[in-house]
């Protein structure tokens, strides 16, 4: 069963349609727990986007040996791999970003998204559909935490990516970690509004 | 009724063992030990001793056991009007969860037969242990103020009858692997420097126990397995249960003390998802907003309690 998208599309599908933190709500703890700044959102994007690639290629490419009953420990394995990859190069290269995201690295292991996209597209597909659609759902993955991040930053301190925007600093309480669950809670309600908007605009 | 007997017997002494580091006294001497506030050790001792020795803070070596190469700074020593009892003041708060080794050195050996009095003074083992408990459970809930298990949290929290289950299997398939996970990491993964695979062999212990309970479920309570649905497979898809080894793993916990921190986890965990289910119930009754229907006004709700969960900060019990 191949699937009949281009593979732009299987990227913007992952971006837009199918974004893991807005519309599949999936990963939501990294999205609440260290979403403050958007460079943790770019920094943890890059982690998964890299296991999700590595792991949706791996799985594609030995697809047919996996028996159907063990596939989740199989999938559950392959992502463990890659993860400890991207953990000790993270914590050899850039330590400083390494310590700030503490745990979450590790924890990308029980990402659901990663392995709901393994289940769901990787063990069904080919190479090339794959990798596009796990660049898609890394990207899509990465765009949510950096809008989150954006918000936060901009509302908690003022700054983006470091740099002084407001000059002053509107709502402290943002970076607060606690803060995380309104943030997303506001925003998904904010997407919701737009696309019922939206409909009825179209509708006419 | 017999093998009830057993058990109380069998808990008895668990207890005694647990209590007899605390009640074994330090012989020569000292009379007794223990921490005051968090930047002091209170020191008593069995007869009044000498002012100008006692009191003096070059006379006193202080180290946490862990790490005795650190010296921690003594800001000064008092003793009171008897001479018995001596206060060790601090310049840094101690981390009073820690044992601690105090050597008090150079002392006239007239007095006290040798000139060197090492002793250690730490906490109850067992208010210890349950400090690890209430800490997983409530200072650090791992929803609330971890922020970890989310996907599962919002999925399984719409009915309460569900979120009880979820939240037992979900306690009972933390202790095993968490058990598990530590007999491999001391005496597999330690031994033989395999650290580096703490993310593979956890993992790997994890989908083990939830096949297990899958197959377990499926065969004694089928009604408890269809409830479940798709989030018993999602139980290896959640942070909790991969945080609990790694933190282990990371404080280089014992057996019980990994045991105490899982159940807490778990523990935390249901009441976390009882808690919203119970709130969720009484939501679909309210009139919300349309675009914040369903997981929107849920994320709301749960940071409303994690700033309840805020007040546990600073909660010491033991």
Redesign the interface.
């Known amino acids: 069963m191949a699937t009949d998208k281009s593979n732009l599309q299987l990227v913007v599908n992952g971006i837009l349609n199918e974004n893991p933190i807005f519309r599949l709500?999936?990963?939501?703890?990294p999205a609440?727990?260290i979403s403050t700044t958007v460079m943790n959102g770019i920094m943890l994007g890059v982690a998964v986007l890299f296991v999700q690639v590595f792991s949706s290629c791996t799985i594609s490419l030995v697809k047919n040996w996996i028996h159907p009953r063990i596939r989740?420990?199989t999938y559950?394995?392959t992502?463990?791999?890659w993860?400890?990859v991207i953990?000790?190069v993270l914590a050899a290269y850039l330590p400083e970003a390494y310590a700030k995201m503490g745990?979450f690295v590790?924890?990308i292991?029980?990402?659901?998204i990663i392995?709901?996209r393994l289940e769901m597209f990787a063990s069904k597909e080919n190479l090339t559909h794959s990798f596009w659609d796990g660049v898609g759902m890394g990207l899509g993955f990465m765009v949510g935490m950096m809008a989150i991040g954006f918000v936060r930053e901009l509302l908690g301190l003022g700054t983006i990516l470091g740099y002084d925007v407001l000059g002053f600093r509107p709502l402290l309480f943002f970076i607060l970690?606690?803060?995380?669950?309104?943030c997303?809670?506001?925003m998904?309600?904010?997407f919701?509004?737009i696309e019922?908007r939206y409909k009825r605009v179209k509708q006419g | 009724m017999h093998r009830l007997t057993m058990l109380m017997r069998a808990l008895a002494v668990l207890t005694l063992a647990l209590l007899l580091p605390v009640l074994a006294q330090a012989d020569g001497l000292i009379a007794g030990k223990s921490f005051g506030n968090d930047r002091e050790i209170v020191v008593t001792f069995k007869a009044p001793v000498d002012q100008a020795v006692f009191a003096d803070p070059a006379h006193y070596l202080v180290y946490e056991e862990s790490d005795p190469d650190i010296r921690l700074e003594l800001a000064d020593v008092r003793l009171d009007s008897t001479g018995k009892i001596a206060f060790l003041g601090f310049k840094e708060p101690l981390n009073t969860t820690r044992p601690h080794v105090v050597s008090m050195i150079d002392l006239p050996a007239a007095v006290t037969g040798r000139t060197v009095e090492t002793f250690r003074v730490a906490k109850p083992y067992l208010g210890y242990l349950l400090s690890i408990l209430v800490s997983a459970l409530l200072i650090n809930n791992f929803v609330?103020?971890?922020?970890?298990?989310?996907?599962v949290f919002?999925g399984t929290s719409k009915r309460r009858d569900t979120a009880k289950g979820m939240g037992v299997t979900f306690t009972i398939v933390m202790v095993v692997s968490a058990l598990m996970s530590w007999f491999f990491y001391q005496f597999v993964m330690k031994p033989h420097g395999l650290d580096?695979?703490?993310?593979?062999v956890f993992?790997?212990l994890v989908?083990?126990t939830v096949?297990a309970v899958d197959t377990i479920l499926r065969k004694v309570n089928p009604v408890l397995f269809n409830a479940f649905g798709v989030y018993l497979?999602?139980v290896?898809?959640?942070?909790v249960?991969?945080?609990v080894p790694?933190?282990m793993a990371n404080n280089e916990y014992n057996f019980l003390e990994t045991f105490m921190l899982a159940l807490g986890a778990g523990g935390g965990f249901l009441l976390a998802l009882y808690m919203m289910a119970s709130v969720r119930e009484r939501m679909e009754l309210a009139r919300v907003?349309?675009?914040?229907k369903g997981?929107?006004?849920?994320?709301?709700v749960?940071?409303q309690f994690?700033?309840a969960f805020?007040g546990f900060s600073g909660l010491s019990l033991f």
């Open positions: 709500v999936l990963s939501m703890c609440v727990g989740i420990p559950t394995l992502i463990a791999t993860v400890t953990d000790m745990i590790k924890l292991v029980a990402f659901a392995t709901m970690p606690l803060a995380g669950f309104f997303v809670g506001l998904m309600g904010f919701n509004y019922t | 609330f103020t971890k922020y970890l298990g989310l996907c919002f580096f695979l703490q993310i593979v993992i790997g989908s083990l096949q497979v999602l290896i898809a959640n942070c249960i991969i945080a790694l933190i907003p349309k675009s914040f997981v929107p006004i849920a994320f709301i749960a940071g994690a700033l805020l």
